[in-house]
Structure formats: C-alpha cells, structure tokens
C-alpha cells in the first residue's frame, strides 16, 4: 500500500463503511435519489482534464488480483470473485470492469468490514496479524527458492499481467 493510500484512501474508505454501519436505519428503507441543490454560482466550465493511465490501473487490478485473489476469494461472492478472476485473465486492451460488478464488490467489502468490526476484538485483530505475519516467515524459502530458479532462467520473477 502506497503511502497515499494509507494517508488517503484507507481513511476514507473506513470512514465510509463506518457511517454505512451507523446509519444503517436511516438509509436501508431509501428508495431512488433525487437532485442535490448546489449552492453558489454554478459554473459553466469544464473540469480540468487529468491524466489516467488505463494500462496502470489494469496493471495495478491484476498485480492486486494475483497478489489478494485468496483473501478476495474470502470476501467475496462466489459469482463476483469469479467474474473478477475472469476480468483479471483478460490483455489490457479488453479490460473493462462492470458497473454493477463494482457496486456488488463495494457492498462485499462492507459487509465484511461490518462483520469483522462486530465479531473481532483488538487483542483477536492482532492475532490475525500476528498469525500472518508468521505464515509469510515459514514459507519464506519458498519465495527463495522461486527466487533460485529465476537466477537458473528456470522462470520469470517479474510478473506480467
């Protein structure tokens, strides 16, 4: 996680499924949406353009993918996991994700993140890290010797995705 990410993005995804959570009975019985009033001048400009490098954001989906495809297997639906499997199959060129797929996928994380803040004490959280960051130690030989067979051009270390 890039240092944006963790100053940014993580802080407000969080704060997202918490006021989810706290608002629930406020929300659930909502049906449609309907115009926002905007108050001042509204401007008649076009938003600066800014520049977004499709071929990035497939590269980082499908690095994301074949690096926490077992703990999205673990989140989410079967059918949304396995339509994301197929999405991360396919040449940059064919990429597109769904709509409806990603609201599906948003709705998965929350319920996951509600389910885990509900069942889950601090001291239990930190187990879990605790319990995978001794995983990641015992299996290290096994990323050295992945490493070993890259140096013998026994495979490639660099992923291409």
């Avoid at 940014?8 to 629930?24: D, G, H, K, R, S």
């Avoid at 339509?83 to 991360?88: K, Q, T």
Wanted: proline residues 4%; charged residues 30%; negative net charge.
């Amino acid at each position: 996680m890039s240092r944006w990410d963790q100053c940014f993005i993580q802080p407000a995804v969080t704060t997202l499924f918490v006021l989810m959570e706290q608002n629930y009975n406020f929300w659930k019985d909502v049906k449609g949406s309907k115009p926002v009033p905007i108050p001042g001048e509204v401007l008649s400009e076009k938003p600066e353009v800014f520049d977004i490098s499709q071929e990035n954001l497939v590269e980082y989906f499908k690095t994301g993918y074949n690096h926490f495809g077992a703990l999205w297997e673990n989140i989410l639906e079967t059918e949304n996991y396995e339509r994301i499997g197929e999405i991360a199959a396919y040449s940059i060129d064919d990429s597109s994700f769904p709509k409806d797929l990603w609201c599906r996928t948003l709705y998965d994380i929350a319920v996951t993140f509600r389910n885990w803040r509900r069942n889950i004490t601090n001291e239990e959280a930190e187990q879990v890290v605790e319990n995978q960051a001794e995983r990641f130690e015992s299996t290290k030989d096994y990323l050295l010797r992945k490493g070993e067979e890259e140096e013998k051009g026994e495979i490639n270390w660099i992923l291409h995705v």
